[in-house]
């Protein structure tokens, strides 16, 4: 970003400010969200990570095709290296078996 521009920023933003904010706040919520899932090994969480992916994925190949942001052609791969790793077999498997194994145990403090 440029001297200038980081000087007329804050005006030039200050309309859309809001939108932002609650926009970046659902984003990291939903992140959180999958973090948490992810980390409990829920089949929710595998879910909601990859949601979120394929919307990134999405939105870094319509800035690269609209040519909005160049460097988003950078993100593309990083994002098939992922989706391709929660997508393979052994890490599905794993998510089956956390679930499967969470139902079999029944309710905690039973």
């Given at each position: 970003m440029s001297p200038a521009c980081r000087w007329r920023c804050?005006?030039?933003?200050?309309?859309?400010?809001?939108?932002s904010i609650l926009l970046l706040g659902a984003v990291c919520?939903?992140?959180?969200?999958?973090?948490?899932?992810l980390w409990r090994s829920a089949?929710?969480?595998?879910?909601?990570?990859v949601g979120i992916l394929v919307v990134n994925?999405?939105?870094?190949?319509?800035?690269?095709?609209?040519?909005?942001?160049?460097?988003?052609?950078f993100g593309i791969p990083v994002v098939l290296a992922i989706l391709a790793f929660l997508w393979s077999g052994r890490v599905r498997s794993f998510f089956r078996h956390a679930a499967a194994a969470r139902a079999a145990s029944g309710p905690v403090g039973a």
């Open positions: 804050p005006e030039a933003c200050s309309n859309r400010c809001g939108g919520l939903a992140c959180a969200l999958a973090a948490v899932g089949r929710w969480g595998h879910r909601l990570a994925l999405l939105g870094d190949v319509a800035n690269t095709v609209l040519g909005t942001e160049r460097r988003a052609v």
